[in-house]
């Protein structure tokens, strides 16, 4: 037996990604020579900067999970080799058995390495951190052969904890009423996310349709927000509830939306990169869509919702009134659409001969219900918007989307001309 150390339990609002098995791959996708050595020594070096990434979880008798560690070694690397159209052997997550995973996968000329972490302990903008930390210090490996040693972090605060630190106490509004005008309010028809009545015992990977605009067309997307004076995210939010609305061909019935929303800079004092777990809020709204509605003015309103809720800090504790839940969908409410807007992917530090050409994101869950989740990113200048759907035809939400989005960025350069 290896001896091992309760950290702590998990808190409310990370339980439910125990209770989901819920895992997220990072995939970042590079050209050039990889020296296996040094990242293997690299990913030691970042599970040794962060020990919290070496443990696992286990369930207590009240069932609540406990985040553990003990004296075993991590797994490390694994390296896969593939050609052609071959699969890659299946990622096999426990999480009683680990809570990180590093894979590099080369696939003739291809070659991509995803850093795997469970939904408990990071949110995307804290993996992020952490995939370029690993970076980082391999370009040090591999170009002076040593690396500094990061001082050891602690392991991060749960939300609640965040929130109490900073005098953020729970409010009297959640931010669910909006949705409320809309539940057994209308004729809906059968969710897609209606859960089964069987889970399965290991996460599964939930399929994913993705399209990428131009850089030109982005440029225009970007150039669009300008003049109308929009946020991006808001016209993205527009745009997905516009094709969903369009798709669902129930054209009387609204589209509830929630969405997360990155508390770190929003907090005071501000949270770092990886101090907290999952440091978000939710955010709410109510697509009343029609023929007529024009995504500007969707777009506009989604803004001016979201800037009311952040105002009276509904935003901010909305994760103290509830746990939004991936699986299923709430009773005689119209299916819930999920969206994460990550960003433009800032340059990552590389050794001279290593580039990185793309990223894509995982989602895994051990869950028999339908998992919808919409997220985006700009990347070397190009739009690229991810379904992760268990849904009939995600390829035709896809489609919609970057139709749309075409049809917006055809707008932008036509009156630039003009």
């Known amino acids: 037996m290896f001896p091992s150390s309760g950290i702590r339990k998990l808190a409310r609002s990370e339980e439910m990604f125990a209770e989901t098995q819920n895992f997220v791959g990072l995939a970042a996708h590079v050209r050039g020579t990889v020296d296996e050595t040094a990242l293997a020594d690299a990913f030691d070096a970042l599970l040794q900067a962060h020990p919290v990434l070496n443990g696992h979880l286990e369930q207590l008798p009240d069932g609540k999970w406990e985040i553990v560690l003990d004296d075993l070694m991590h797994e490390g690397l694994e390296v896969v080799e593939c050609h052609g159209d071959q699969e890659p052997p299946p990622l096999l997550f426990d999480q009683t058995a680990a809570l990180t995973h590093l894979r590099l ?39 002076t052969g040593t690396a ?24 009297l509004r959640s931010g669910l ?68 609305w369009q798709l669902r061909e129930t054209p009387n019935i609204p589209v509830p939306y929630v969405y997360p929303v990155d508390l770190r800079y929003l907090l005071s004092p501000p949270v770092s990169a990886t101090e907290c777990t999952n440091p978000v809020g939710i955010a709410t709204y109510l ?27 509904v935003i901010q504790q909305s994760f103290l009134h509830f746990s939004p839940q991936y699986v299923g969908n ?40 339908g998992i919808e989740i919409y997220t985006s990113k700009i990347f070397a ?38």
């Open 105 to 143: 996968t080369r696939r003739d000329d291809e070659t991509h390495l995803t850093l795997y972490i469970h939904h408990s302990l990071a949110d995307g903008h804290h993996q992020f951190s952490l995939v370029e930390e690993l970076f980082s210090t391999y370009t040090d490996l591999v170009t």
């Open 177 to 244: 009423e909006r949705l409320l005008a809309a539940m057994f309010a209308y004729d809906v028809p059968p969710s897609r996310r209606a859960p089964a009545e069987n889970n399965p015992v290991l996460p599964q990977r939930v399929p994913m349709e993705f399209c990428k605009l131009s850089e030109a067309e982005t440029e225009n997307i970007i150039g669009f927000c300008r003049a109308n004076k929009l946020g991006l995210n808001s016209l993205l939010s527009a745009s997905i509830l516009m094709a969903e």
């Open 287 to 313: 697509a009343e869509i029609s023929p007529d509605t024009d995504v500007v003015d969707l777009a506009r309103d989604i803004n001016d919702t979201f800037k009311a809720d952040i105002a009276d800090g």
């Open 330 to 369: 709430p009773p005689g409410l119209p299916d819930v659409v999920m969206f994460t807007d990550n960003g433009i992917v800032p340059p990552m530090r590389m050794p001279p001969d290593m580039e990185l050409a793309a990223s894509h994101g995982e989602l895994y869950f051990a869950v028999g219900a």
């Open 148 to 171: 500094r040693q990061a001082p050891v972090a602690p392991a991060p605060a749960a939300l609640e904890t965040i929130l109490s630190d900073r005098g953020v106490e729970k409010k």
């Open 381 to 418: 200048g190009r739009l690229m918007i991810e379904y992760h759907s268990h849904g009939p035809a995600p390829e035709k939400s896809v489609q919609t989307i970057e139709t749309l989005l075409r049809g917006i960025a055809a707008r932008q350069a036509a009156a630039r001309v003009s």
